[in-house]
């Protein structure tokens, strides 16, 4: 199990992948007599596939173009399935699919088996319900906070700034980093503030952290995939 992230400003590059799936454009390693045994589920056309995309895509609280907006994850095996059980082992890897995704965020999943072995590729959205913490404020959400916290006779306290570079005077070091402590303090009592007045709140956000963040965070799907799936099939 393989996951390619492909970005929201990558247009060309989820187009040669739609057109590998789909067959548009043949490589080599194609047998074109075997073309027709592929199957593809969820969105079947060019034009479904971008639909479904957008679709999600629009469901985003914001999006950015440098946001991942598409994971391309690859189902393959090292050797031949035992016999008789390809169909299981694809229904198990749909499932699977589903189960770690989201069954809506599951665009499409494509089964060559036009090549060396019989393979999946999908297609999945990344999206997810994020609680996003506001740590910069607009001066429209700062006027907000300052007459909430008035009531309740809290003190505003605005990000302390940080001396220059060449700084040397220990005293100003000292009174910054005096600051800095006093305001991790005042961030954390204002922050169920920030939740009740709907500054900081759970937003649908596009991001692959959840799934692919890290190397241990990709390390434990692989590992659900090979409990779940392949290793039933040996």
């Given at each position: 199990?393989?996951?390619?992230?492909?970005?929201?400003?990558?247009?060309?590059?989820?187009?040669?992948?739609?057109?590998?799936?789909?067959?548009?454009?043949?490589?080599?390693?194609?047998?074109?007599?075997?073309?027709?045994?592929?199957?593809?589920?969820?969105?079947?056309?060019?034009?479904?596939?971008?639909?479904?995309?957008?679709?999600?895509?629009?469901?985003?609280?914001?999006?950015?173009?440098?946001?991942?907006?598409?994971?391309?994850?690859?189902?393959?095996?090292?050797?031949?399935?035992?016999?008789?059980?390809?169909?299981?082992?694809?229904?198990?890897?749909?499932?699977?699919?589903?189960?770690?995704?989201?069954?809506?965020?599951?665009?499409?999943?494509?089964?060559?088996?036009?090549?060396?072995?019989?393979?999946?590729?999908?297609?999945?959205?990344?999206?997810?319900?994020?609680?996003?913490?506001?740590?910069?404020?607009?001066?429209?959400?700062?006027?907000?906070?300052?007459a909430e916290l008035k009531k309740r006779k809290i003190e505003f306290q605005s990000v302390?700034?940080?001396?220059?570079?060449?700084?040397?005077?220990?005293?100003?070091?000292?009174?910054?980093?005096?600051?800095?402590?006093?305001?991790?303090?005042?961030?954390?009592?204002?922050?169920p503030i920030l939740e009740e007045i709907g500054i900081s709140k759970t937003e649908t956000?596009?991001?692959?952290?959840?799934?692919?963040?890290?190397?241990?965070?990709?390390?434990?799907?692989?590992?659900?995939?090979?409990?779940?799936?392949?290793?039933?099939?040996?």
């Amino acid at each position: 199990m393989r996951v390619q992230k492909v970005k929201v400003s990558d247009g060309g590059g989820l187009s040669k992948r739609i057109a590998h799936n789909l067959r548009e454009s043949i490589s080599d390693n194609v047998d074109k007599s075997r073309i027709e045994l592929d199957e593809v589920y969820g969105a079947t056309t060019r034009q479904e596939i971008y639909a479904k995309i957008h679709q999600r895509w629009n469901k985003a609280t914001t999006r950015r173009s440098d946001n991942v907006g598409v994971l391309e994850v690859l189902i393959t095996t090292t050797g031949k399935l035992p016999k008789g059980k390809e169909e299981d082992f694809l229904n198990d890897s749909a499932e699977q699919l589903k189960q770690l995704y989201g069954e809506e965020n599951l665009i499409n999943y494509v089964v060559h088996r036009d090549e060396k072995e019989t393979h999946i590729h999908a297609f999945v959205v990344p999206l997810e319900e994020k609680k996003v913490e506001k740590t910069r404020l607009t001066n429209q959400e700062e006027e907000l906070l300052k007459a909430e916290l008035k009531k309740r006779k809290i003190e505003f306290q605005s990000v302390p700034k940080k001396p220059a570079k060449d700084c040397k005077d220990e005293k100003t070091w000292n009174n910054y980093k005096k600051q800095k402590k006093e305001y991790e303090i005042y961030k954390q009592k204002i922050k169920p503030i920030l939740e009740e007045i709907g500054i900081s709140k759970t937003e649908t956000v596009l991001s692959c952290q959840k799934i692919c963040g890290d190397k241990q965070t990709m390390s434990h799907y692989q590992d659900l995939f090979f409990n779940n799936v392949f290793k039933k099939y040996g």
